[in-house]
């Protein structure tokens, strides 16, 4: 499975991006999708999830300021990220469990900053 990321970039606190990955190859059992972020001197954190029926889960600091979508016919899913910080600054990864297996993608970075 590959796992295609995009949407990062440079934003002001308080606004807005929105990333898309797109899940490509052998993708028949396709599972739950989620977003992980990395920050330097951190791990990777769980920031949102989303099964295949469409059920989402967030962690507690993005809660009510993203919104995980999916989209099953183009294996695709997007997050909608408002009202950024500062401690939102990290790169961005795309996870898909096909048949247990985990992917990930290379990630993208988003970057808050006045």
């Known amino acids: 499975v590959q796992l295609q990321a995009s949407g990062g970039g440079l934003v002001q606190p308080g606004g807005s991006l929105r990333l898309s990955c797109a899940a490509s190859?052998?993708?028949?059992?396709?599972?739950?999708m989620a977003w992980f972020r990395q920050t330097p001197g951190k791990g990777r954190e769980l920031v949102a999830s989303?099964?295949?029926?469409?059920?989402?889960n967030y962690a507690d600091y993005v809660q009510g300021r993203f919104a995980i979508s999916r989209d099953n016919a183009k294996n695709t899913i997007y997050l909608q990220m408002n009202s950024l910080k500062f401690d939102d600054t990290a790169v961005y990864y795309c996870?898909?469990?096909?048949?247990?297996?985990?992917?990930w993608g290379q990630g993208t970075l988003v970057t808050v900053s006045s």
């Open positions: 996870v898909v469990w096909v048949r247990a297996q985990t992917s």
């Open positions: 190859g052998n993708v028949f059992g396709i599972g739950t």
């Open positions: 989303v099964s295949r029926g469409g059920s989402a």
